[in-house]
């Protein structure tokens, strides 16, 4: 039986066996947001204004404004540039990127490999989409789905950059350099001409002005979109996305720091292939726009590499596993395990009138004269790892934060007595003073002292009565 899926996706159910083809996209993709409209307009701008101003009010009446050879033999060629240019950019904005069919689930039992997640080495899944994801594809935010092959989102085309478009967008970026070269070239040509007086008069005011404005409009443009287009040249030959060549770099400095062994970066067919692998294998069809071949779910190795390559790409640091959160079975208990009923969280209130008070104790806390019963507490002791009992609140210890369990507080007079026995117990530090004991003929005249006195406070009492 099958069952035809519209837009973009047909299946052949056998049974419970679903073969899953994906067809090439033919509808039409809705842009998204207003903004990503504007973007386009804007580019649109871009490429209708040097191209329509540079022969109306430049080439034309520098030819006086008659047709001739030479001047068909200048435009011509132009002009077909700017047709691929506009088709390509079209095809940019309008075609589907591809996105994972429903219900498709990778072979785990195959030898044609599936990408894995880092933490638990499982099929990757997308939770966002609520389905698996195939070896090269990303969830993109803007278009709210995964994306196969996804390059990156551009925003001058309001489309994501994936499988199925990205041999259009390699082309449109090719010949957006090859306009606006030819387009310098062709202005700067009747730039020379107005000193040598070849033609028929001086350029005008008008054609003057739009001179200038082409040179400002389109060299701008030739240089950012030149080096763009070096590195996405560059991905081509390597067969690497935008996303694909932040791994290599992370990749590449995880080795470089001596982190982990090098990773060969697996989709890497050669030149040759990988040029084929985007714009088909034909080279005289490269420049024309075409449909990639394949679904766009499993990608070929390079030569010698085997399936664990691909599972282990990208690469990770090591003892960068999370590890399972498990939520303890009483996060607030007493020490014999019951729940604590006057516990309650702190407010921020209390947290802001405590944090403008101002702390007058200059002693630690484990010094003798440090005021227990003062209610002024410096703003970093109301920390969220400490319980604080605050006066005026009935008593109550408020606990700053939501993990652990409840801290027995200690005695400061037992925290100084462990103080002082670990100062102490640093042999050579201090000096001890050990008394020698009393011998048989010695007196302790401190303890007589007293009685003396008393006897002769006694005595003076009787005189004076």
């Known amino acids: 039986m099958t069952t035809s899926i519209p837009w973009q996706y047909s299946y052949t159910a056998h049974n419970t066996n679903l073969n899953l083809v994906v067809l090439p996209s033919t509808h039409m993709v809705p842009m998204n947001t207003f903004l990503g409209r504007l973007a386009v307009i ?35 060629p132009f002009n077909v540039v700017s ?20 219900g498709w689930e990778p072979d785990i ?3 044609e490999g599936y990408e894995v997640k880092k933490h638990n080495g499982g099929p990757r899944y997308c939770r966002t989409c609520e389905r698996y994801k195939p070896p090269r594809s990303h969830h993109c935010r803007q278009c709210n789905r995964c994306i196969l092959r996804m390059d990156h989102h551009c925003p001058w085309v309001n489309n994501c950059i994936g499988y199925f478009n990205h041999g259009h967008f390699i082309r449109f970026l ?52 030149g080096v763009f287009s ?46 084929t ?7 005289l069809k490269w420049c024309c726009p075409s449909t990639p071949q394949g679904q766009g779910l499993k990608y070929q190795l390079s030569s010698g590499d085997s399936v664990e390559s691909q599972h282990s790409w990208p690469p990770r640091a090591p003892g960068t ?13 007493y020490g014999n395990g019951n729940v604590n009923p006057d516990l309650r969280p702190s407010s921020s209130n209390t947290r802001k009138f405590y944090s403008r008070q101002a702390y007058t104790s200059a002693l630690p806390p484990y010094h003798p004269d440090f005021e227990e019963n003062s209610s002024l507490r410096p703003p970093q002791y109301l920390s969220s790892d400490l319980d604080t009992d605050l006066e005026g609140q009935g008593g109550v210890k408020l606990r700053h934060g939501s993990e652990g369990y409840e801290v027995r507080p200690l005695d400061r007079e037992e925290m100084l007595r462990r103080y002082i026995e670990t100062q102490v117990s640093e042999e050579g530090r201090y000096q001890v003073y050990e008394p020698d004991p009393l011998s048989d003929h010695e007196y ?10 008393n006897e002769r406070m006694d005595h003076y009492t009787l005189k004076t009565s």
Request: charged share 15%; with cysteine; aromatic share 18%.
């Open 42 to 76: 804007f580019v649109l701008f871009l490429i209708l204004f040097p191209v329509l101003t540079s022969q109306i009010f430049i080439v034309w009446p520098w030819y006086g404004r008659r047709w001739t050879v030479e001047l068909i033999y200048l435009l011509l």
């Open 277 to 283: 692998s985007v714009l088909g294998k034909n080279p």
């Open 83 to 102: 047709v691929m240019l506009l088709w390509n950019y079209y095809l940019c904005i309008f075609t589907d990127p591809g996105g994972v069919p429903d």
């Open 109 to 111: 039992g195959s030898d």
């Open 444 to 453: 302790d005249f401190d303890s007589l002292a007293p009685s003396m006195s």
């Open 321 to 333: 596993e999370k590890m399972p959160f498990k939520l303890p079975d009483s996060p607030w208990t």
């Open 174 to 225: 090719f010949y957006v350099d090859m306009c606006c070269s030819y387009h310098l070239a062709m202005v700067t040509r009747r730039v020379f001409a107005f000193s040598g007086r070849y033609y028929f008069n001086e350029p005008s005011a008008t054609e003057l002005f739009f001179v200038i404005m082409n040179y400002v409009t389109v060299g701008p443009v030739l240089l950012t979109v």
């Open 230 to 275: 070096l590195y996405h040249f560059h991905g081509l030959l390597a067969n690497t996305t935008t996303i694909e060549g932040w791994e290599k770099d992370k990749a590449a400095t995880l080795v470089r720091h001596g982190n982990i062994h090098e990773v060969k970066y697996p989709y890497d067919l050669g030149v040759w292939r990988n040029i």
